[in-house]
């Protein structure tokens, strides 16, 4: 097989990742524009998870760390997980290596909502829940819309879901630039430039939960489907020869797809380039089976997000970019790259 030669092992790339996401964990806390340094924020960070005393003039360090870097680097690494992991479902279920988490148009959906509230103050009664929840439903009625446009009586097929989320995907940006325009605060229009090109500015300890409980779930799911993803990718009559339902296996990744893109979206922003680059890279270093990509692609996009994250806010300090362009930065070269060195790679199939 031409691309045997490329695949690495997955037991131990996978304990390298989980030491490396670990470490990256650490430097992601320590790292900033407030100076605390690395022997000050692991003793901190020990204080917080055994409970332990800490001076009175700690107190304001301890926040920075405790409730400020930790949350946020903790949900870098979620949100990763799950856009790696959604983009290698989304690239299986419209069998196209150029898929990602966005293509579906779920973002832009979410997108709509998320500026409702930031610039016209919507849901104000949900206090610091209203851009989650605003962005998280207005995702779930863009899958509503997106599913309801490309079925037909055959079901969902690839190129209905790819080009109407295509199609749904610049409709709902159209509505989203308009709004900024219309909006008549310009701080208010400035912070939904910041979440609509991805931030985790905004990350606490309540917003942690259903991000990583969707992400979880979705995983979950996906591992345990992998062989069927892997005769999803070779075509609707292979998986037909091999007893797997392409229909329903593709109603059930697309609702997958648009949950968890919803959950990750509602509290990090846009962020892209993360669902197609990651997947492709990990196909790269273990080949086409699902079951090896699903084990290293959470990691290896938790990895990257957290790092991502941490340019963010030390690159032009105390000034914070935009994670999507940062990633979008990283992305093209490093995927350009990845395509000029392709040989062996196949999409789908073990």
């Given at each position: 097989?031409?691309?045997?030669?490329?695949?690495?092992?997955?037991?131990?790339?996978?304990?390298?990742?989980?030491?490396?996401?670990?470490?990256?964990?650490?430097?992601?806390?320590?790292?900033?524009?407030?100076?605390?340094?690395?022997?000050?924020?692991?003793?901190?960070?020990?204080?917080?998870?055994?409970?332990?005393?800490?001076?009175?003039?700690?107190?304001?360090?301890?926040?920075?760390?405790w409730d400020l870097r930790l949350p946020r680097a903790l949900l870098a690494a979620v949100v990763g997980a799950g856009l790696a992991s959604v983009?290698?479902?989304?690239?299986?279920?419209?069998?196209?290596?150029?898929?990602?988490?966005?293509?579906?148009?779920?973002?832009?959906?979410?997108?709509?909502?998320?500026?409702?509230?930031?610039?016209?103050?919507?849901?104000?009664?949900?206090?610091?829940?209203?851009?989650?929840?605003?962005?998280?439903?207005?995702?779930?009625?863009?899958?509503?819309?997106?599913?309801?446009?490309?079925?037909?009586?055959?079901?969902?097929?690839?190129?209905?879901?790819?080009?109407?989320?295509?199609?749904?995907?610049?409709?709902?940006?159209?509505?989203?630039?308009?709004?900024?325009?219309?909006?008549?605060?310009?701080?208010?229009?400035?912070?939904?430039?910041?979440?609509?090109?991805?931030?985790?500015?905004?990350?606490?300890?309540?917003?942690?939960?259903?991000?990583?409980?969707?992400?979880?779930?979705?995983?979950?799911?996906?591992?345990?489907?992998?062989?069927?993803?892997?005769?999803?990718?070779?075509?609707?009559?292979?998986?037909?020869?091999?007893?797997?339902?392409?229909?329903?296996?593709?109603?059930?990744?697309?609702?997958?797809?648009?949950?968890?893109?919803?959950?990750?979206?509602?509290?990090?922003?846009?962020?892209?380039?993360?669902?197609?680059?990651?997947?492709?890279?990990?196909?790269?270093?273990?080949?086409?089976?699902?079951?090896?990509?699903?084990?290293?692609?959470?990691?290896?996009?938790?990895?990257?997000?957290?790092?991502?994250?941490?340019?963010?806010?030390?690159?032009?300090?105390?000034?914070?970019?935009?994670?999507?362009?940062?990633?979008?930065?990283?992305?093209?070269?490093?995927?350009?790259?990845?395509?000029?060195?392709?040989?062996?790679?196949?999409?789908?199939?073990?």
């Open positions: 097989m031409p691309g045997a030669a490329r695949r690495l092992p997955v037991p131990p790339l996978v304990a390298a990742l989980c030491c490396v996401l670990l470490l990256s964990l650490l430097c992601a806390v320590a790292l900033g524009a407030s100076g605390i340094g690395w022997g000050h924020s692991v003793r901190l960070l020990h204080a917080g998870l055994t409970g332990g005393a800490l001076g009175a003039d700690e107190r304001s360090a301890y926040t920075v760390v983009g290698v479902a989304v690239q299986a279920l419209v069998r196209n290596a150029l898929a990602d988490p966005f293509v579906l148009g779920i973002s832009s959906g979410a997108a709509v909502g998320a500026n409702a509230v930031l610039l016209f103050g919507a849901l104000g009664a949900l206090g610091i829940w209203a851009l989650s929840v605003s962005a998280f439903v207005s995702a779930l009625a863009a899958m509503a819309l997106v599913y309801a446009v490309a079925r037909t009586a055959q079901g969902l097929t690839p190129l209905r879901l790819v080009l109407t989320g295509t199609a749904m995907y610049y409709g709902f940006s159209a509505l989203t630039t308009l709004m900024v325009f219309a909006a008549e605060r310009g701080e208010a229009a400035r912070s939904a430039m910041m979440w609509l090109l991805g931030s985790l500015g905004g990350a606490s300890w309540a917003s942690l939960p259903i991000a990583t409980g969707a992400v979880a779930a979705g995983l979950a799911y996906l591992l345990l489907s992998a062989r069927r993803l892997n005769a999803l990718a070779m075509g609707d009559e292979t998986a037909a020869a091999l007893g797997v339902d392409a229909g329903r296996l593709r109603r059930e990744l697309f609702l997958l797809a648009a949950a968890v893109t919803g959950a990750v979206v509602a509290v990090s922003g846009a962020i892209g380039f993360v669902g197609l680059m990651v997947p492709h890279a990990v196909r790269v270093l273990v080949g086409a089976d699902h079951r090896r990509v699903l084990a290293v692609a959470p990691l290896a996009g938790a990895v990257l997000l957290v790092w991502v994250d941490v340019l963010s806010r030390i690159v032009l300090a105390p000034v914070e970019l935009p994670v999507g362009v940062l990633t979008a930065v990283i992305g093209v070269p490093c995927f350009l790259l990845l395509m000029r060195h392709r040989a062996g790679y196949t999409f789908g199939g073990a």
